[in-house]
């Protein structure tokens, strides 16, 4: 039995004539410690699905386990990580994290609690700033805070919502490793969402494209079997991960084209041709 | 120093003085004039503008007041007497002085006419206090109630019970709006099902509330021989101007981002948790927007329901002085005028200051 499981998964949005299906017949299972990737266009469904596994949306067909229970709404055990940080406006770093902190470990003591935020704020180097508003931080800073925020909670799972999605090339970069270094250290089971093939390729072991939606599902998967510590400059001259990269952009560049294919609408001309008429005198009247 | 003054300026919104303390400080002098013509001087200036229209629109009614009052004289009772009424004009007599929008230097002579009347008056209280100490002294250890001074209120004590009904119907109008703007933003169902009674009562003109206040507190109050005025005032002034407070409070509250409440869910917060920890913070600069509205319409309906309802205060006193038609009374008129514009927007600044206190956004209207 596999740790998450999701079992021919439909959602829909919308009433009546409205109603599309945006997740259809999704299958999927992931193994504890594993980290998997899935990788598709925007609009495809791929937070809907997200939001599904952490139980923020109840799906409308099928089931969706984990541990071999189904899911009935959020839990501790399964952190997530917005793509649009979330974070608090009006509490400070420290408190952001503090109020995961205390709703995850009740009984904690006051003291043992701030250690705790201190040192998972400190895990992103973000102790400096442990006292500043989300304003006052750059996108990447508090993209950190929200990384800290879920894994202080110490969760079985964490989900990420495309959480590098917003972050220029560089803070992304940056981030990745981050990411993939704190995830070494307890191997976590970790649903990583993305729209970059390269970083799915960089940080999953696993990967899963999702072919885009109404009516989205699950492509073929792709296993990664690079060693890691992955280097990203190393990787460029990899040869197996150039096929990889090569045959998922392939793959998605194909559906792509499935999809605008049977989007296009052919209109039938009808066969007339304008009568040309000689304009009689016309008096224009009013009444 | 002075990096923290300017902070505190901007703090409590009166920015347009940091190009005056930079320019003490001696830092960027160019860059910095400019700055303070633009932002001190030129409002100067326009002040000075209005002055002199002011003043050249009060001398062109009081030419056309005086004229014709020589006019009257002339046709009613003859040459000698429209003589004798120019003369009398001219000279500056009170007796014969046309009536009429008064210039900004009479409105300055009222002003301090007001402010000596104060201090004869307050003298007269003390005086009156000092006599009465003793007698309130026996009377309280009879159990009777003390001797009240009972004489008639200075222009300072007007603006201060005025001051008083305004906060106190602020308070009414932040108690009665707030926890049910809160719980109407909470539930659908209870915001459709009172939505009708609110588009209707929202639009209800200050002058009918006060009567239907005057209504209600009157039977409540008929066995009591206290003094209802007060009372009647405060709550039509928190009536009227809880409304905003009241639509924005639930606005706020029923329009939280998506995303707080998505944390709140995967937090596993309880939902009093999720009210207090998320909600509430979240929705506070709308409310703190709505308190604002609420305040300056308060002070606003103010003036229109003392007036009405005869109880002391700022209104009261424009309305007497109308009544009254002394010489001075339309002066004494425009210096509450300008009182009210004044502690008006002093009340508004302290609203917003408060709100920066204690909102999460850096935007201010």
Known sequence: MAYIELRNVSKSFGVGKNRTQVLSNINLEIEEGEFVAIVGFTGSGKTTLINLISGLMMPDEGEVLFKGKPVTGPSHERGVIFQNYSLLPWLNVGNNVGMAVKEAFKKMLRRDRNKRVKEYVDMVNLLPAINKLPKELSGGMRQRVSVTRALSMSPEVILMDEPLSALDALTRGNLQQEILKIWNKDKKTALLITNDVDEGILMADRIIPLKPGPKATLGPEYKINLERPRDKTALNHNEEYKKLRNGIIEYLIQIGEQRSSTKKNTYVLPNIKPRIKPMPFQRISFK | ?365
């Open chain 2, 1 to 365: 120093m002075k990096d923290r003054s300017i902070h505190i300026l901007n703090f409590v919104g009166l920015g347009f003085f940091e190009p005056a303390i930079r320019l003490v400080a001696g830092e960027e002098i160019k860059k910095n004039m400019v700055a303070l013509f633009k932002k001190i001087l030129l409002p100067i200036l326009s002040v000075g503008l209005f002055l002199i229209l002011w003043h050249s629109g009060a001398r062109y009614l009081y030419n056309i007041e005086k004229n014709a009052r020589i006019e009257k004289a002339l046709v009613d009772q003859g040459e000698a007497a429209s003589l004798e009424m120019r003369t009398c004009i001219e000279s500056g007599d009170i007796s014969c002085q046309p009536n009429t929008l008064p210039s900004p230097a009479q409105v300055w002579v009222a002003y301090k006419s007001l402010l000596a009347d104060h201090r004869i008056i307050s003298e007269k209280k003390s005086v009156f206090a000092e006599k009465v100490a003793a007698t309130n002294e026996k009377r309280e250890s009879q159990g009777l109630t003390a001797i009240k001074y009972t004489g008639r209120p200075s222009f300072v004590d007007q603006i201060l019970t005025s001051l008083k009904t305004v906060f106190a119907g602020f308070l009414l109008a932040l108690f009665i709006a707030v926890p049910i703007g809160i719980m109407l933003g909470l539930s659908n169902t209870l915001r459709s099902s009172v939505n009708w009674l609110i588009q209707i009562f929202k639009p209800v003109s200050p002058v009918v509330w006060l009567l239907l206040v005057f209504m209600i507190v009157k039977t409540l109050t008929k066995n009591s021989d206290s003094d209802s005025s007060f009372i009647i005032s405060f709550i039509s002034v928190g009536l009227c101007s809880m409304w905003a407070t009241l639509v924005n409070t639930s606005m706020g509250v029923s329009s939280v981002e998506k995303d707080y409440i998505n944390v709140a869910k995967v937090l596993q917060l309880s939902v009093g948790q999720k009210v207090f920890k998320i909600i509430l913070p979240s929705s506070f600069p709308l409310i703190f927007t709505g308190l604002r509205i609420t305040l300056s319409v308060a002070w606003m309906v103010l003036i229109a329901i003392e007036l009405l309802a005869q109880s002391p205060g700022l209104g009261s006193f424009v309305w007497e002085e109308f009544q009254n038609g002394a010489n001075d009374s339309n002066s004494k008129i425009i210096v509450a005028m300008f009182v009210i514009g004044i502690i008006g927007f002093l009340l508004d600044r302290i609203m917003l200051t408060i709100q920066k206190f204690v909102t999460f956004t850096e935007e201010t209207t």
